[in-house]
Nanobody
Framework: QVQLVESGGGLVQPGGSLRLTCRASKSISSINTMGWYRQAPGKQREFVALIAADADTDYADSVKGRFTISRDNAKNTLALQMSSLKIEDTAVYYC??????????WGPGTQVTVSS
């Protein structure tokens, strides 16, 4: 089963940018839906962005125009480019993929902290 590992999180000031990367242990070319979710302290995990195999994308309203999801099937990676970051973007960010109509088990995620 494919395993996903997130990286790229860190501490950034409001208005700054970060690029998260999710590396898969196997080819992602046959995976249709991949996405990013996040969980802030004391809150439920929430949807951030999705991308399909045909590169069709969907975003949460809270990140539209600021975040961009992309995938590189040749490198087996999923990325999330985040700009104009806000304090409320602080969360642990998780990548995931739908395999056999189910999301994979959640990985450890990567912490993003937006603070001045």
């Amino acid at each position: 089963q494919v395993q996903l590992v997130e990286s790229g999180g860190g501490l950034v000031q409001p208005g700054g940018s970060l690029r998260l990367t999710c590396r898969a242990s196997k080819s992602i070319s046959s995976i249709n839906t991949m996405g990013w979710y996040r969980q802030a302290p004391g809150k439920q995990r929430e949807f951030v962005a999705l991308i399909a195999a045909d590169a069709d994308t969907d975003y949460a309203d809270s990140v539209k125009g600021r975040f961009t999801i992309s995938r590189d099937n040749a490198k087996n990676t999923l990325a999330l480019q985040m700009s104009s970051l806000k304090i409320e973007d602080t969360a642990v960010y998780y990548c995931n993929a739908v395999i056999n109509r189910q999301w994979l088990p959640w990985g450890p995620g990567t912490q993003v902290t937006v603070s001045s």
